[in-house]
Every structure is written in C-alpha cells, then in structure tokens.
Antibody, heavy 121, light 111 residues
Framework: QVQLQESGPGLVKPSETLSLTCRVS?????????WGWIRQPPGKALEWIGV???????HYNPSLKSRVTISVDTSKNQFSLRLSSVTAADTAVYYC??????????????WGRGALVTVSS | QSVLAQPPSVSGAPGQGVTISCTGS?????????VHWYQHLPGTAPRLLIY???KRPSGVPDRFSGSKSGTSASLAITGLQAEDEAIYCC???????????FGGGTKLTVL
C-alpha cells in the first residue's frame, strides 16, 4: 500500500520560499506515475499546484508557474515543492499525491494527510 | 468561487440515499473531461472514491456510484452509514486554464 507523508516548516515569512518534501513508501517513484502537489487555503477549494514524472518532466498550474518548482529524488524516493515569494494568500494545507490519469484527465489516487503552512511575519 | 459548483451541504438518514451534484461548463466537464470524486475528513488524507466518471477503485463500496451528463456530474451514495459523514469533492480538468479544477466540496451529514 503506497503511503505519502509531507514534511517541512509550518511557518514561512512573507517574500520567502516555501519548501516541502513528500516521502513515498510502499511504492517506488521510479516505477512510474506522476506525483503531484495540491493545496487547500482555509475555507477555500482545493487548488492544483503541479505534477512531476520520475524522469523530472513537470506540468504546473499556469497561475502559479512563475513561482513553483517541483523536483524529484528517486534515490530517496521522495519529491519536493518550492514556492517562492510567498504571501498570506499561500497559507494553506499542502497535500502530496500519487497521480494517475484517464485518457483525458488526471487525479490523485493516493494522498498524504497534508501539511499546514502558514505565511506570516 | 470554485470552477466546479457543488451544494455546500446535503443530509440523509442512515440507510437512505443522497446525490451530490457537480456543475461545470463547456471548458471542463462539458468539453468531455472526466470527473473524479474524493471523500475527505479534515486532518486525514483525501480518499479517491470515483475516477473516470463512473469507476470505483478497489476497496470502495458499490454504495458509491458516479455519473456524468452534459456539463454536470453526480455522486450517489446509497445505504447511508454514519462513517459516510465527510466532505465530498469533485475534480476535473479545464482546457481554458490548462489546469485541474475542483469543486468547493459538499459536507454530508448523516442524521
């Protein structure tokens, strides 16, 4: 059974860079699948951030693309998120997920429990 | 405001059934993109319930079923149980913004 666990600082200062890591167990990232990040600001809907394949091919939400970097470390079986120049609007619970796709749409088939990141000075 | 519209809440008695709607537009559900559904309790990992409009992952009871028509999709839950009390969220892809899009979530209360 694949399990995902997010980790990283729970508090980030405005204008700084948010960094989170998702450790995967029970499944090798190198075996395939995309791996993704999704967030949920307080009281708002889920928002897709982006995905990465084990070959490091990435796809990002265009609204966040200029600030987002997703990377993968297959040796550690984990992938990471960096979001630069954060503001209070980036305060959210950040989820990592294993991604699967139908022939026209992708989705998270296994998710982590989420990590709350607050942006505040 | 979410791209996909869901009712904020629904409720039903144990043993009864409920349906949760997910309304999109011509750039997402209406464009033919598949719809997926999640069950979520705060503090826990979201759980995939339905993918590809109608398919259930292994382990999801057949009390949960999905459908899609035009610019909308629906999640039906029959034989309500107390453990079904959660937030249900739909998701698809939107070609106009090249992004996954989500509904705002519907809180199911089992009376």
């Amino acid at each position: 059974q694949v399990q995902l666990q997010e980790s990283g600082p729970g508090l980030v200062k405005p204008s700084e860079t948010l960094s989170l890591t998702c450790r995967v167990s029970g499944y090798s990232i190198s075996s395939g699948h995309y791996w993704g990040w999704i967030r949920q600001p307080p009281g708002k809907a889920l928002e897709w951030i982006g995905v990465i394949y084990h070959t490091a091919v990435t796809h990002y939400n265009p609204s966040l693309k200029s600030r987002v970097t997703i990377s993968v470390d297959t040796s550690k079986n984990q992938f990471s998120l960096r979001l630069s120049s954060v503001t209070a609007a980036d305060t959210a619970v950040y989820y990592c997920a294993r991604v699967d796709c139908t022939n026209n749409s992708c989705y998270g088939d296994n998710w982590g429990r989420g990590a709350l990141v607050t942006v505040s000075s | 405001q979410s791209v996909l519209a869901q009712p904020p809440s629904v409720s039903g008695a144990p043993g009864q059934g409920v349906t949760i709607s997910c309304t999109g537009s011509s750039s997402n559900i209406g464009a033919g993109y598949d719809v997926h559904w999640y069950q979520h309790l705060p503090g826990t990992a979201p759980r995939l319930l339905i993918y590809g409009n109608v398919k259930r992952p292994s382990g999801v009871p057949d009390r949960f079923s999905g459908s899609k028509s035009g610019t909308s999709a629906s999640l039906a839950i029959t034989g309500l149980q107390a453990e079904d009390e959660a937030i249900y969220c739909c998701q698809s892809y939107d070609g106009s913004v090249s992004s996954w899009v989500f509904g705002g979530g519907t809180k199911l209360t089992v009376l």
